[in-house]
């Protein structure tokens, strides 16, 4: 595949703004910058280069600390001066150790929630990594996935019931309910969010490509 990156629109400086973005849960790592060099060795090397302001010079994140980001998509906006990277992050994003540079709260409008997924995708995946005695979630994963498939089958009935009934609570109730334990048992098979937008995304374009002929 041809790769143009001339019709990319540069700054004064020779630059453009790259938003890193976790491309399974959505989670925004960072805002760096990269150049025409930086950006060629990215996607030469599935690794996120940048270009340094202060420094002058390019940087391969995670290459002292190990914590590296291997990219799988890049896109660009409607003026085509800014890049979305989405990646898979080996390690925190931030050199404070956080998993995201965006930690410090500015301003929260308590009536507008945050992105639930990432979140709880996170913290299923520290209850697999650090179980807690008490936690619902580290239960799950005691049990093994038999216990997890059965609680998908009851959840799955649930929704239907309710659906059945026209209760749109109830409905509302069972579908997060079923979302949780369907996350629960990807974490277990090791899927990701990232595999099943790819196969969505697959889905979509041979769909669209069938209506085109």
Same mark, same amino acid.
């Given at each position: 595949?041809?790769?143009?990156?001339?019709?990319?629109?540069?700054n004064?400086?020779?630059? /453009?703004?790259?938003?890193?973005?976790?491309?399974?849960?959505?989670?925004?790592?960072?805002?760096?910058?990269?150049?025409?060099?930086?950006?060629?060795?990215? /996607?030469?090397?599935?690794?996120?280069?940048?270009?340094?302001?202060?420094?002058?010079?390019?940087?391969?994140?995670?290459?002292?600390?190990?914590?590296?980001?291997?990219?799988?998509?890049?896109?660009?906006d409607?003026?085509?001066?800014?890049?979305?990277v989405?990646?898979?992050?080996?390690?925190?994003?931030?050199?404070?150790?956080?998993?995201?540079?965006?930690?410090?709260?500015?301003?929260?409008?308590?009536?507008?929630?945050?992105?639930?997924?990432?979140?709880?995708?996170?913290?299923?995946?520290?209850?697999?990594?650090?179980?807690?005695?008490?936690?619902?979630?580290?239960? +799950?994963?005691?049990?093994?996935?038999?216990?997890? +498939?059965?609680?998908?089958?009851?959840?799955?009935?649930?929704?239907?019931?309710?659906?059945?009934?026209?209760?749109?609570?109830?409905?509302?109730?069972?579908?997060a309910? +079923?979302?949780?334990?369907?996350?629960?048992?990807?974490e277990?098979?090791?899927?990701?969010?990232?595999?099943?937008?790819k196969?969505?995304?697959?889905r979509?374009?041979?769909?669209?490509g069938? +209506?085109?002929?």
């Amino acid at each position: 595949m041809k790769i143009n990156i001339d019709q990319l629109s540069f700054n004064e400086d020779g630059l /453009i703004p790259a938003i890193v973005q976790n491309a399974e849960t959505g989670e925004v790592l960072t805002l760096a910058y990269m150049n025409q060099e930086s950006l060629g060795k990215t /996607i030469q090397t599935d690794e996120t280069w940048f270009f340094s302001r202060k420094r002058q010079k390019l940087w391969n994140k995670g290459e002292t600390s190990g914590n590296k980001q291997a990219v799988k998509n890049i896109t660009y906006d409607c003026d085509a001066d800014s890049l979305l990277v989405q990646v898979e992050p080996l390690g925190p994003a931030c050199h404070t150790g956080m998993d995201s540079c965006f930690h410090n709260s500015l301003y929260k409008n308590s009536d507008i929630s945050n992105n639930v997924f990432p979140q709880l995708i996170t913290k299923i995946k520290e209850r697999r990594a650090e179980p807690k005695q008490g936690s619902y979630t580290t239960y +799950l994963f005691k049990e093994g996935i038999d216990k997890v +498939l059965k609680k998908v089958g009851e959840e799955a009935s649930e929704v239907i019931i309710g659906a059945k009934n026209n209760d749109k609570q109830e409905v509302i109730w069972e579908i997060a309910d +079923l979302s949780y334990h369907t996350l629960v048992l990807m974490e277990i098979l090791d899927i990701s969010i990232y595999d099943i937008k790819k196969e969505l995304q697959a889905r979509h374009i041979q769909k669209e490509g069938k +209506l085109s002929e």
